[in-house]
């Protein structure tokens, strides 16, 4: 699927007695956009929009949702044809590059999520701090606001340095919810493990112990895949929103993705 705006006809806007030209697109989709980025500068007004309810923060050819017919793509793929088909490591890929991986992309990626989902040592200290029963999300929040003070970002970023952030976060988040929960029942905390994929290496540490080892259940772990899918992207939401602005003063990427989780 073509990932191009269509231009159309532009549209008219009369202000003071006076006729402006605006640019209007067409998306993938068929939704109609006019573009306004240079109203102010044309005619010294700008537009109200409580909420942000018809407005269109940037072009993405990421996502699609229509909630009210019930449409969810990614990069073009129908939801239902990826949660049958695929992981959520390839989803997680594919809206990455845009592209589903090929065998050895996978295996790659695959490592490489792995090898990220080691948080420092000093982090766990900070589960100590928490009320029992605090809200998880309270401690995700927490949790991966803390991290921006244990792994500071190079002042220049190349390609790989981004990949390499995305990856963390990926993995990471998935080890402070599994260690937020065994803090929670008073159990030690389980590592991650190279011996497992993605929603099992989660499953393990959130159900294993040392005097107890977790049988794998297929069909839960495929359950849990199958929501980490649905639940990967969700367009230009309140949490996407949050982060963007978030990010737009450059702060700290886990201080940005911080924002999105409180939102």
Do not use: W
Not at 190 to 219: E, G, W
């Amino acid at each position: 699927m073509s990932d191009k705006l269509k231009l159309l006809k532009p549209a008219t806007l009369i202000l003071d007695d006076k006729s402006y030209s605006l640019p209007t697109y067409m998306g993938v989709e068929g939704e109609r956009a006019i573009d306004i980025t240079k109203l102010r500068n044309q005619t010294g007004y700008v537009t109200l929009d409580d909420g942000y309810g018809n407005t269109g923060a940037c072009e993405s050819a990421i996502t699609y949702i229509d909630g009210e017919k019930g449409i969810l793509r990614y990069r073009g793929y129908p939801i239902e044809e990826l949660a049958e088909h695929s992981r959520f490591v390839e989803v997680s890929y594919l809206l990455l590059y845009g592209e589903l991986p090929n065998s050895e992309q996978l295996l790659k990626f695959s490592t490489r999520l792995n090898e990220s989902s080691i948080i420092h040592e000093d982090v766990h200290h900070f589960f100590n701090g928490f009320p029992r029963g605090s809200h998880p999300m309270g401690i995700l929040a927490t949790m991966v606001a803390s991290l921006s003070t244990f792994y500071p970002l190079p002042d220049q970023l190349d390609a790989d340095t981004e990949v390499q952030i995305v990856a963390n976060l990926v993995s990471q988040v998935r080890t402070i919810a599994a260690f937020s929960y065994k803090k929670s029942i008073g159990e030690p905390l389980v590592y991650p493990s190279i011996k497992y994929k993605y929603t099992s290496n989660f499953l393990n540490m959130m159900f294993s112990s040392p005097v107890r080892d977790y049988q794998l259940d297929h069909d839960i772990v495929r359950a849990i895949d199958m929501l980490l899918i649905l639940h990967a992207d969700h367009e230009q939401n309140c949490s996407t929103s949050s982060v963007r602005t978030a990010g737009s003063s450059m702060a700290n990427v886990y201080a940005v993705i911080t924002a999105g989780i409180a939102a």
